[in-house]
Structure formats: structure tokens, C-alpha cells
């Protein structure tokens, strides 16, 4: 794999939280190697969820809440201490954070969605990394249904990014036969058919949201790449073209 010139990458809840508890080493690990693509001169855009899991580990909660209201006060409670965390991060490596917190709305009506466009490209231009995440406390969109997987493609597509990492709990898309598929060619409509949703009671996308997420992506011309977001340095070893995950191929053009 080429180094992406403008890269998202979506951590998912899985990724962020251990037995309902923030894991701030995820944290720490992920900045480190995204910082190697700043360096190098890489537009990095992470959309990061795992508020409402730091707000369970903020107030000693082992139990995610099960009303609307109770979900989104823990977000808006654990949304400081998700930022606190990538900022810390990342100033270990001499880059700062730029918190900016979306709807779906914000992306789909065209006065709102060129105004955050420009707004990204500022804070990248100023040398700060945009961390995303869906405006909780008004919205319920992520709550319910995604995880932020349909907000990071439409953020790749916003941005026309050249590549869109979806870091979970799963090393790729696996067949029938539990063989794990490496690449999926552009236009491959059978991988709906390989679907096995996973989730736990900490988190809310599932497989059928990431596939939905990646169709949106790679019918627009990005390319997307699913894989674990556990695993030792795996955003440099993808980039050298070790084994991991599953590569979504692009079909034509941005």
C-alpha cells in the first residue's frame, strides 16, 4: 500500500474500551503511529468513538445505560475525557488535537457540509489532528444505529480521502468457510452474503453497518481497509504490505 496522501481512520468502540472501561493505552499506541504519517506529510482525520465508555469510566459504571437520556449524558460526560486522552496522546509527539463534533444533518444539507469541509481543512492546515465524533447530545443517530461507521464514510467522501481504516474488534471479512478475505474486488455486491453480525453489549455497530459504510466508500472512489484495531502497529505493518485485514477496492474514481 502506497502512503495515503489524505487518510480517515474510524476507531471503533471495541477498540477504545476493555470490559466497559476507556483503555487509554489503545489511545496512546494509535496516536504514536499516526503521528509517523503526520510526519511524513499525511492529512490524518480520525473519527473516534468511545465517549459514552469513558463516561461509564468516569463514573464507575460497569453497565452501559439502557434509556436515550442515559446514553447521551454519559456521552456528553465522557466526550472531555476522550479528548483529554487523544490530546495527551499526541502531544507526546509534539502534534495537538481539534475536537469537532457533527450530526448527520451537518453533512447532508450542502451550506452546513461545505462549512465543516473548510473548517477540517483550517485545523489540519494549522497543524492539529480533527478528532470526530458525533454530537451525542443532540443526536441519536450513532447511538442507534452505527457506531460512526456511516459517519466516517461520509466524512471520507467529504474530505476525498484517499483511504478509510475502519479499526474493530475483527481482523477482516471472513467467507463461509471462516477463511478471511484479503481483498474484495471494486463492485463485489456477494460480500453481503458473508455478513456475521458481532456485537457486545458495549458497543452498537455491527458487521451489516461497516459493510453498509464501505459500499458508500468505495462506490465514490475510496478505497477502504477493515481490520483489528488491537493488534501491535497495525497501521504501519498494513502500509508495508503485511497480511492484515480485508482491502475494499475502490470502483473508479473520487
Not at 173 to 182: E, G, T, V, W
Not at 200 to 212: A, D, N
Request: a positive charge.
Amino acid at each position: 500500500m502506497t502512503r495515503p496522501h489524505n487518510l480517515v481512520v474510524k476507531v471503533g468502540t471495541s477498540v477504545l474500551t476493555k470490559d466497559g472501561a476507556f483503555n487509554k493505552t489503545a489511545v496512546n499506541k494509535l496516536a504514536g503511529e499516526l503521528s509517523a504519517f503526520l510526519n511524513s506529510g499525511t492529512r490524518v482525520s480520525i473519527v473516534s468513538s468511545g465517549a459514552i465508555g469513558a463516561g461509564m469510566t468516569l463514573l464507575h459504571q460497569k453497565t452501559r445505560p439502557s434509556t436515550m437520556e442515559g446514553l447521551q449524558a454519559f456521552a456528553a460526560i465522557g466526550q472531555r475525557y476522550l479528548m483529554q486522552c487523544w490530546e495527551e496522546a499526541f502531544s507526546k509527539h509534539s502534534y495537538s488535537t481539534a475536537q469537532v463534533l457533527l450530526t448527520r444533518d451537518d453533512l447532508i444539507d450542502e451550506k452546513r457540509r461545505m462549512n465543516a469541509k473548510k473548517t477540517l481543512n483550517k485545523i489540519q492546515k494549522l497543524r492539529h489532528v480533527p478528532i470526530i465524533n458525533e454530537n451525542d447530545t443532540v443526536a441519536t443517530e450513532e447511538i442507534k444505529f452505527g457506531d460512526n461507521d456511516q459517519l466516517s464514510a461520509m466524512l471520507a467522501k467529504l474530505i476525498q480521502a484517499d483511504l478509510l481504516v475502519i479499526l474493530s474488534d475483527t481482523d477482516g471479512l471472513y467467507d463461509s468457510a471462516n477463511n478471511r478475505i484479503s481483498t474484495v474486488a471494486a463492485g463485489d455486491s456477494s460480500i453481503f452474503s458473508h455478513v456475521k453480525d458481532k456485537k457486545s453489549r458495549f458497543t452498537v455497530g455491527g458487521m451489516k453497518s461497516k459493510l453498509e459504510a464501505i459500499r458508500s466508500c468505495t462506490e465514490s472512489g475510496i478505497s477502504v481497509t477493515l481490520t483489528s484495531g488491537t493488534t501491535t502497529n497495525i497501521l504501519r505493518r498494513i502500509e508495508q504490505g503485511e497480511p492484515f485485514g480485508t482491502r475494499f477496492l475502490a470502483k473508479g474514481s473520487k
